[in-house]
Structures are given as C-alpha cells and as structure tokens.
C-alpha cells in the first residue's frame, strides 16, 4: 500500500482548526475556505470541491444513488468533496469540525437507506469514488483496494492477473468496497470462504483527529470494528488490503426456474434441510417473485435456483442428484466458465438480462440504476413450514414487485466464532433473507403503501426466523429496526437496533467508538453510540461480577 504510506505530524494543524471559534454565517463558502487553506493540503484540492452552486453539482451528487427514494432529498450536502489523496480527506474531516458540519462517507452509494448521501442536518459528503487503485500481488495472493473502487473493478482487476484466484464478496458489480467489506459482504463463495471482511488483513483509515492509520497504528480494537461494524461510526477508510482465495480454472453455473405449478415449494422445502449441509463449493440462492406466465396468461410465483459451483459440471450432477433431485438439474441448465465468468452471469441473473457479456461490463458504474426501493433483512435457524411458504407467496401477490432472496449458510461461515471479527450472525442459520420491494410511481403516498406493504412482511415472518434479538443485515441497512436521537442516544436505546445487526458483539463496538471518538463526530441514523461514564462504569462492573462468577 505505498501509495498510502505517509503519515502527518498534526499539532500544528490542531492549533490552526481550533484557535477561531466555530461560526454558522456562511459556512459553505467558510468551510471551503478552510479546506483551501489548510496546512500541506495539495493544490488539487481547488479541483475536488463542489458546493451547490458549481454546475457540476448535482451530477456528482446523483452519480451514485442508487436507490430513487432518496433522489429528492430535502437537505442536500452544503459541499461534496471527490479526495484525490489523503490529505484532502483529512482537511474534510477537520474542516467540517471546525465549521459544525457533519460527514457522510460515500464509496458506492448502495445504502439502502441513503446514509452515504442523506442527512437531516447539515453535512458534507466525502465521495471517494476517485480513489479506485487495486494492486494485485499474485505471489503473494494478496491485494491492495482503496476504498472507493467498485466490486466489479477489484473482480476483473484480479482476473487480469490471475484465472485461479478470486475474493469471496458481493455479487452486484457496482457496490463499492467501502461500504461493502466493512458491512459484512457475503457472495457465492461464502461458504467456502467466509465473508469479504473475513478476508481482509489490514486497513488504512483516517480518524476523527485526522489521522490516518494503519492496523498496527489503528490496533486490533478499532481493526476489529471496521470488519462488520461498518465503517462510518469511526473514521474513513482510504484502503483494505485483502487475501485473495484460490478458485478452480473451471466453474459451473446455473440458473433454474420452477413455478408452483413445478413444485417450487416442495423443492424449497428440501432446499432448506440441505442448502447449509452440502459441499462447500456449492452454493445455491433461491430468489422467489412474481412473474408473468405467458402459457397461463396470469401471474404466478416463481423460485429461481441460481447457483455456482466451484468445480465442473461432471462432478456437480451427481452431487445435486444425491442432495436435491427435487430440482431436476439437467447437465444442459449448467454452464462451464471461469470464476470472472461467474461473476458476469450472476450480475446478469441480479439485472434480469439474459445477453452473454464480457467481463468489461463490471466496470461500467452506471450499469446498476438504482430503483425506488426498501428492502429488509432475517436470518432463519429453523426450516419454514410449507403453510408458512404459502403464506410468504401470497403476500408477494399484494405488490407489482416483491422479491426474496434466501441465502445459504454454512460451510466456513460456521467454522469462524461469533467474536472473531464484529460481523457476529454465524453458526446455526440455514439461510438469510432478502427481502425487497420495488415501485415506479413517485410520491410519499405511494411510498407508504409499499413500504407499509414489506412491514407488513416482516410482521408475517416474525414466527418463522431468529429471535431476542431478531437478526438483520447491517449492510441491507434498515431504520424500521430503531434509530438513534439526533444528538446523544444512549446504549440502551441504541441496543433496540445494535443488539439485531451486531449481537453480542455490539458493547464491545461500542466500546472500540468510545475509545476512538469519544466526542461522537462520526455519527449517523445508525451509528455505534459512545458510552457514557457511567455506562462504562456498569460495564466494568459487570466484568469484574462476571469474573467472580467463574
Ligand atoms: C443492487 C445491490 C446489490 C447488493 N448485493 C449485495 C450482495 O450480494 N452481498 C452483500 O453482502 N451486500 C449486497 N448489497 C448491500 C451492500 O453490501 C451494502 O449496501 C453496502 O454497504 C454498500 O457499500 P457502498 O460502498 O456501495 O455503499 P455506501 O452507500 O457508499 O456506503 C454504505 C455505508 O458505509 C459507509 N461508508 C462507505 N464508504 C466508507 C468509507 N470509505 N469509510 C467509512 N465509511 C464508509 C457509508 O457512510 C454508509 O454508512 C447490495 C446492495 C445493492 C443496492
Ligand atoms: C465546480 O467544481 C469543480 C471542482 O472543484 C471545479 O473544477 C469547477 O471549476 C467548478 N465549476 C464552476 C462553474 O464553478
Ligand atoms: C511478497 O511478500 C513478501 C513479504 O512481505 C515480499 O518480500 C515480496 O516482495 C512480496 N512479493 C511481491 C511480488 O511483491
Ligand atoms: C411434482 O411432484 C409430484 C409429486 O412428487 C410429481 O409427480 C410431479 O412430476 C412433479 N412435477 C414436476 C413438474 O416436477
Ligand atoms: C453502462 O451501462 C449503462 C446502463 O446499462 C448503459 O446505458 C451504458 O451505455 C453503459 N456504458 C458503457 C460504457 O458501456
Ligand atoms: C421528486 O420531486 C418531484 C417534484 O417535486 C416530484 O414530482 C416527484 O414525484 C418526486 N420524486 C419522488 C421519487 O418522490
């Protein structure tokens, strides 16, 4: 990571922020000033900075949002700065200090709930997007991604290298890697491989103090954090350095559709006492939604089985014959390809589009519009009974376009302990749920019919998955799930959604946050809460009754 691998003396930058008080006249134009003046910053920052008034502004600003019921927003960012170097990271951060602005990072812009580009109050976006380098070490198996670049372009950098190496991540090509790896980021080789965060072996990030640090400087606490906790309660992360994975020359994939009418919920049901027991280089997603029959000339609901599997199609038939001949896959449902190639195919299943492409459409940005959507997220311990998947079907039939997707567990996600890194949801899940609900129209009455629509969703599947707490999906962000105050919020009540995304891993990231920014700068709808003294104090003595207790 030599490109990063510089560090500031920041004393005198501290006395330069904190010598004026801060002041709210004119604060874009002041901050702007700031950021110009700023100690050691390099002179492309003149080039980097956009207020609203630049023409340039809202395409930068709509560039990477991708979910349309953000696309209105009623505070917009009184400034976004596009960093070309860490320096102009570091002046943002301290500038929006000095002038009572907060930050919000944005890397790929696929929040679910806008957080990288929304705020109530207000805010400057820090939008990395000029900050893609990946450097592929082959010998080593081992790669340097700055935060900024997409999945798609750390995916077909390393196939330019290397046909037998991969890294176990996301499937949509144009989710970014900042936000992603420090989520979770889960894909088809999760169950071998884990989860991106699981594979990530240092990180530079850039503190409150304006500091950047790497995981030595940064030390295992906060390192810990960033791998599951997300990225936005701490700092900005310029870069992850990642272990890449061996993957076979050859891979199959497949694609299958059954309807009702074919036994989709029969075959469904197996899946579910087999999808986290089979071979690990197997992995099969089943998304289930509405589709138009044309033989039936009427709705019907639909399972795909979309699957990859790390090895070729003579080996694969006669492992799906013993674990699921339900599904009937026939050697002609299968393709043969290379790992890059089965990341185009599972990028064309997520788009609908059938066309055999190159693996150059991984670096197309704005090849993933976002729609206007709200999506959800569970985790499920136990096999739905069939009532319970007739019930989930008919709801689908409430909404023009309602998706599920179920995600196979298992494998090496139930070898790695809960503790190991802050992403906590582990052994014992079948499979996790996505859920999604997308609509065309505009307007906040049509936006509470369908969002109304999947809360009512959630509501039904409350029987059927995890419980106290109900899992969810940092990286499939949710606010139904609870939201801080604007302002202080305390554990406790930030435990109402901490405890679900986080498990029991959530005091201990909140401890990490305490210790990293005590004074809360970095903070958003769901961001890790600070402790109070007296928070910590019940903490540690919790700990020392804990230790008698033994
Ligand atoms: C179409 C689509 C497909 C998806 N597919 C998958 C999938 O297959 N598997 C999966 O696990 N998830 C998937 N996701 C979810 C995705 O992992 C999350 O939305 C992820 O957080 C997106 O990262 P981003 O950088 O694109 O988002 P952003 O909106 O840029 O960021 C998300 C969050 O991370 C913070 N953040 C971003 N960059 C930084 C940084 N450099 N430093 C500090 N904080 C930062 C933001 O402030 C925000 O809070 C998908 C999402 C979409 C929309
Ligand atoms: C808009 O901002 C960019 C980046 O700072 C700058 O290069 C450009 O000159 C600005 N345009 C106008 C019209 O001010
Ligand atoms: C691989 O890592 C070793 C040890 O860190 C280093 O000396 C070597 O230069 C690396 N190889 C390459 C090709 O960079
Ligand atoms: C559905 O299952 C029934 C009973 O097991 C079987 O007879 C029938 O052939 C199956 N239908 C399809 C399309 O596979
Ligand atoms: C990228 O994808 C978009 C949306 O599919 C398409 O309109 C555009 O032409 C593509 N750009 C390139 C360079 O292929
Ligand atoms: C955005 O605002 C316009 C103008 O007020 C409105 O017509 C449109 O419906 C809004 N879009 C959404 C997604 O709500």
């Known amino acids: ?62 560039m990477s949002i991708r979910n349309s019921r953000f696309s209105n927003l009623s505070s917009k960012p009184r400034v976004i700065v596009t960093p070309l170097d860490v320096s102009h990271i570091q ?8 002038h009572g602005l907060q930050i919000r990072t944005r890397s790929g812009g696929h929040d679910y709930e806008g957080l990288s580009y929304v705020a109530e109050v207000p805010f400057v976006i820090i939008d990395i997007f000029n900050l893609r380098q990946i450097t592929v070490d082959v010998e080593n198996r081992t790669a340097s991604v700055q935060a900024g670049a997409t999945l798609g372009e750390l995916y077909y950098t390393i196939s330019q290298k290397s046909k037998t190496l991969g890294f176990p991540a996301g499937v949509c090509a144009t989710v970014g890697t900042g936000g992603h790896f ?33 995981r030595k400087a940064m030390g295992e606490g906060l390192f810990w954090g960033i791998r599951g906790g997300g990225g936005a309660s701490f700092g900005v992360i310029v870069a992850w350095k990642i272990k890449l994975v061996p993957v076979p020359s050859t891979v199959t994939v497949f694609n299958v559709a059954r309807t009702l009418e074919e036994n989709a919920t029969e075959i469904i049901q197996k899946w579910q006492l087999v999808a986290n027991q089979l071979d690990e280089r197997i992995f099969i997603r089943v998304d289930v939604k509405k589709v138009n029959s044309v033989e039936h000339g009427k709705q019907i609901i639909q399972a795909n089985f979309v699957s990859m599997f790390l090895g070729g199609v003579e080996e694969l038939i006669p492992l799906m014959q013993k674990s699921l001949p339900e599904l009937g896959l026939d050697r002609k449902d299968c393709t043969e390809t290379n790992w890059i190639g089965s990341v185009v195919f599972a990028n064309a299943v997520l788009l609908g589009s059938t066309v055999n492409e190159a693996p150059e459409v991984l670096l197309n940005r704005s090849r993933f519009l976002g729609r206007i959507n709200k999506a959800k997220s569970d985790y499920v311990r136990k096999p739905i009974p069939i009532d319970g998947l007739q019930g989930l079907w008919s709801l689908l039939y409430e909404v023009p376009d309602g998706e599920l997707q179920f995600a196979p567990y298992g494998g090496r996600m139930d070898e790695i302990s809960e503790s190991e890194i802050s992403f906590s949801h582990r052994s014992g899940f079948i499979f996790h749920i996505h859920y999604m609900v997308i609509w065309e129209e505009e307007g906040d009455e049509v936006a509470q019919r369908y969002m109304n629509w999947i809360r009512k969703l959630y509501k039904y599947m409350e029987p059927y998955v995890s419980k106290s707490p109900r899992a969810a999906y940092l990286n499939y962000r949710d606010l139904d799930i609870g939201v801080n105050n604007n302002g202080y919020t305390s554990y406790n009540q930030a ?56």
């Open 1 to 62: 990571m030599k490109y990063l691998s510089f560090y500031f003396t920041f004393a005198t930058v501290v006395t330069f922020l904190f010598s004026f008080a801060p002041h709210s006249l004119d604060t874009p134009q002041k901050f702007v000033q700031c950021l110009y003046n700023y100690p050691f910053i390099s002179n492309s920052i003149f080039d980097v900075v956009y207020t609203q008034t630049n023409s340039s502004y809202f395409s930068i600003l709509d």
């Open 91 to 98: 002046a943002t951060i301290m500038c929006s200090q000095r």
């Open 182 to 214: 420090s989520g979770g980021g889960y894909g088809f080789l999760m169950r071998k491989y884990g989860l991106a965060a699981d594979n990530i072996i240092d990180a530079h990030i850039i503190d409150v103090n304006g500091n950047l640090l790497d």
């Open 495 to 550: 435990s109402i959604w901490g405890l679900k995304y986080f498990g029991n891993n959530f005091r201990r990231l909140a401890e990490v946050k305490t210790k990293v920014d005590p004074r809360n700068f970095f903070r958003n709808e769901q961001s890790i809460p600070t402790l109070s003294d007296e928070e910590n104090y019940i903490n540690s003595n919790h700990v020392v009754s804990t230790i008698e207790t033994k």
